[in-house]
């Protein structure tokens, strides 16, 4: 299993970046997928987490109405399309991968420890 995360970058307040998460080694059907963010001197959050089959989908309460879940199953790859990005959402992102036996969707965007496999991060930066 190998999550491998992309799209990061500089952007200005209000700006917009589309990050990537390729997901090798299982389908999207088989995991619950989730994104996740790490700013320096905090912990790890939930930012949006979809079951598998892509039947639900959460967001954390920052996450509403700005930050879209989306996913190719064709391509066997997700997305978290960020509008509206303010500084407080820089950090790095994660994209990770869970079975959640037992945990629902809402507990892992809140417990990201209940995910099994990480990717590397790619770091989102929002700046004048």
């Known amino acids: 299993v190998q999550l491998q995360a992309s799209g990061g970058g500089l952007v200005q307040p209000g700006g917009s970046l589309r990050l990537s998460c390729v997901l090798s080694?299982?389908?999207?059907?088989?995991?619950?997928i989730g994104w996740f963010r790490q700013a320096p001197g905090k912990e790890r959050e939930g930012v949006s987490c979809?079951?598998?089959?892509?039947?639900?989908?959460v967001y954390a309460d920052f996450a509403k109405g700005r930050f879209t879940f989306s996913r190719d199953k064709a391509k066997n790859t997700v997305y978290l399309q960020m509008n509206s990005l303010k500084p407080e959402d820089t950090a790095v992102y994660y994209c990770?991968?869970?079975?959640?036996?037992?945990?629902?969707?809402?507990?892992?965007?809140?417990?990201?420890?209940?995910?099994?496999?990480w990717g590397k991060g790619t770091q989102v930066t929002v700046s004048s």
């Open positions: 979809t079951a598998p089959n892509g039947g639900n989908t």
């Open positions: 080694g299982f389908t999207l059907d088989s995991y619950a």
């Open positions: 990770a991968a869970g079975a959640l036996e037992d945990v629902t969707i809402v507990q892992a965007l809140a417990h990201p420890d209940y995910m099994d496999d």
